[in-house]
């Protein structure tokens, strides 16, 4: 497990993550940050946190992704929450989920992503 959380970490200084941005609603990823957790079983926990910094008045539905990478930038899992990101401020979100060993081993890093979600 440690070597794992290792080989993570190692991926994820070398890769420039990119931050997404909507223009339009003037939203921007923020602070991130990605940790393996406990293994149980054939489970791995995870947790994960970001930064919504929302430039624009007005509050905004999003939805903020994680995706989880093999060494190709293939995605192995990706986890999602909603959140509202309060206008001209930044909001933290974080979220905890749980991955197959057998897919957790290939991981070796990650991307974050930000979507504003259609209010209808």
Same mark, same amino acid.
């Given at each position: ?17 990119? &931050? ?41 539905? &999003? ?58």
């Amino acid at each position: 497990m440690k070597a794992l959380r290792l080989r993570v970490m190692a991926a994820a200084l070398c890769v420039l993550l990119p &931050v997404a941005a909507s223009g339009a609603n003037q939203l921007k990823l923020g602070r991130n940050n990605f940790d393996w957790r406990d293994a149980e079983q054939e489970l791995v926990q995870f947790a994960w946190a970001a930064e919504v910094v929302n430039e624009a008045a007005a509050d905004v539905d &999003v939805e903020v992704a994680i995706d989880l990478l093999s060494d190709d930038d293939q995605v192995i899992h990706t986890d999602t929450t909603r959140a509202t990101a309060t206008g001209g401020e930044t909001t933290r979100v974080s979220r905890e989920g749980s991955l197959s060993l057998d897919k957790a081993t290939d991981v070796v890093s990650y991307r974050f992503r930000i979507e504003p979600v259609d209010p209808s």
